[in-house]
């Protein structure tokens, strides 16, 4: 039962940085405006999440606006030091953030936006929907005929080695996230690694010149001027990007040969209950941990904004044919930095200006 109805200017989906960035500038406007947040607590989209976890961006990459991360330039953070920020920072601005709030439903109704959050219902003349493209897990369909007594697990729900079974592991897909879970279980059990390898970065993060040279030139200037909607480049790029593998970032190949990590080829299927490989080898494991991505998860948005794809349409965040509509957050927004924390505060500054405009 819908207890009362609340009625804001603007209504903010989702509490993340892309949110809590798009806040900051309601905010700065005077804006009428609430965040609605699923999470209990501000920060949770970092905090759960693997243990071992830090952000491939340092910390002079990693401050939303108005507010710097408190620690060295130069330093990559954990994930939870990454959680804590968002929630200094929402505290610290005062941003009007609602947790435990997940949204049931997005619609339109005699020209005003419906949200439904549970039993609460919100009307509003604009929605920002700042998240990212990756909010329901993905897993094969051939994982529900797989031996029920083998422990599996999805990304999002591995924190630690504590949670496996005894006996070997097996890590479905090989990018980021696949190969450093695998980093991070290889020396406590056996652990293979299924998927194609997607490239790497030619250089190590960690190292000085790294931080003090090349990141700044690729996140500073590439990612952010170079690879946008506004250059030739940048619109030939933005289709592969959308549905692509990125390549590894802090990992390198050889860190998984290193750590014996088995690499073998994409699993394909079921075999007697055990993962089938695309060679025809069956493995006989306790563990599969699947690192398969996410499906963008917008399906209780009720309102014909989507592509065949299922890509949202719009023009740097702005939806043209459902006006108060706007998007933060999601991968090539406006270029390749807008799905990173040093690009949220351009496209929510511009997204924020647009409703300034329309109200």
């Not at 997940?102 to 339109?108: G, H, P, Q």
């Not at 695998?182 to 652990?191: E, F, Y």
């Not at 289709?239 to 050889?254: C, E, I, Q, Y």
Request: proline residues 7%; contains cysteine; neutral net charge.
């Amino acid at each position: 039962m819908i207890k009362q109805i609340h009625h804001y200017d603007t209504i903010v989906i989702g509490g993340g940085q892309a949110g809590l960035g798009t806040g900051y500038y309601l905010k700065q406007h005077g804006n009428n405006f609430v965040i609605l947040d699923a999470n209990q607590r501000i920060g949770d989209v970092w905090r759960n999440r693997w243990d071992s976890l830090r952000l491939f961006t340092p910390n002079r990459y990693n401050a939303l606006p108005g507010m710097p991360f408190p620690a060295p330039a130069h330093t990559f953070p954990t994930k939870d030091e990454m959680g804590d920020y968002l929630e200094t920072y929402a505290r610290r601005f005062d941003l009007p953030v609602q947790t435990s709030s997940r949204v049931d439903s997005l619609s339109k109704h005699n020209g005003r936006f419906n949200v439904t959050a549970g039993d609460e219902r919100y009307e509003a003349d604009n929605v920002v929907v700042a998240m990212a493209n990756y909010q329901c897990p993905a897993v094969p369909e051939f994982a529900t005929q797989l031996n029920p007594a083998i422990r599996q697990l999805h990304s999002s729900e591995y924190r630690n080695p504590s949670q496996l079974q005894d006996g070997d592991v097996l890590i479905v897909g090989a990018g980021n996230s696949g190969v450093e879970i695998a980093l991070d279980i290889a020396d406590k059990r056996r652990t293979w690694l299924s998927g194609q390898y997607p490239g790497h970065i030619p250089f190590r993060i960690d190292r000085l010149v790294a931080r003090f040279l090349l990141i700044p030139f690729v996140l500073g200037f590439i990612f952010y001027h170079v690879m946008h909607v506004k250059t030739p480049i940048g619109r030939r790029v933005r289709p592969k990007r959308l549905h692509g593998t990125a390549p590894l970032v802090r990992t390198k190949p050889s860190d998984v040969t290193a750590a014996g990590v088995e690499q073998v080829p994409r699993t394909v299927g079921v075999g007697d209950g055990l993962p089938l490989l695309e060679d025809g080898r069956l493995l006989d494991v306790a563990n599969i941990i699947w690192c398969t991505g996410f499906h963008p998860g917008f399906s209780w948005i009720d309102l014909p904004v989507f592509d065949e794809q299922g890509d949202p349409m719009h023009e740097r965040g702005i939806v043209h044919n459902e006006p108060g509509l706007y998007f933060v957050g999601l991968h090539f927004l406006t270029s390749i930095s807008s799905a990173q924390i040093n690009g949220i505060a351009r496209d929510a500054k511009y997204v924020v200006q647009a409703i300034t405009s329309r109200n």
